[in-house]
């Protein structure tokens, strides 16, 4: 009799687990949202390029922004990448050209082995590196587009500023 009735029990709960269970299983998985980190460095650009003696405004440009994209993924994705080319063979003024953008581009990359990078950490990395201090200064870069991903051992950061046509 006990089994009998463990059974019904047993019988009427499945339907509510397996609903349950649907629902979560059917979730979209949590992506974290770096637009925090993104708008922070151009940001941090604006001010590098004020203390550089510039008096324009640094805007975000949707095509610059998808250009840095594309290059994020392609170097969280392939590990022997360290820089400006892309596993295409790709430049930073190609992927512009594609994301529709008009105009001269530059590219700065940051590729560190860890979870996070915090904003310091990044315009740190960038600001010591002459280089990319150039590309930051420069007044002529007055739109920009920035895109970070995260796996649990790298994070890539890309950026990718334009000087209008």
Excluded: F
């Excluded at 590196?129 to 890539?156: E, F, H, K």
């Amino acid at each position: 009799m006990i089994v009998r009735e463990t059974a019904r029990r047993c019988a009427r709960t499945l339907p509510v687990l397996a609903v349950a269970g649907g629902v979560i299983a059917g979730m979209p998985a949590a992506h974290a949202d770096n637009k925090r980190l993104n708008d922070g460095v151009i940001a941090n650009v604006y001010t590098v390029q004020h203390q550089a003696g510039c008096t324009n405004d640094v805007k975000k440009n949707p095509q610059l922004q998808l250009a840095a994209e594309w290059h994020a993924n392609d170097v969280l994705n392939n590990r022997a990448l360290d820089g400006d080319i892309g596993s295409d063979g790709s430049t930073a003024q190609d992927r512009a050209n594609a994301a529709g953008y008009r105009g001269t581009v530059a590219e700065t990359v940051a590729i560190n082995p860890a979870l996070a990078i915090s904003g310091i950490e990044l315009i740190n990395q960038w600001y010591y590196r002459p280089d990319y201090m150039a590309i930051m200064s420069n007044c002529a870069n007055s739109q920009m587009g920035v895109w970070s991903l995260n796996s649990l051992d790298r994070t890539v950061v890309v950026a990718v500023y334009g000087q209008p046509a």
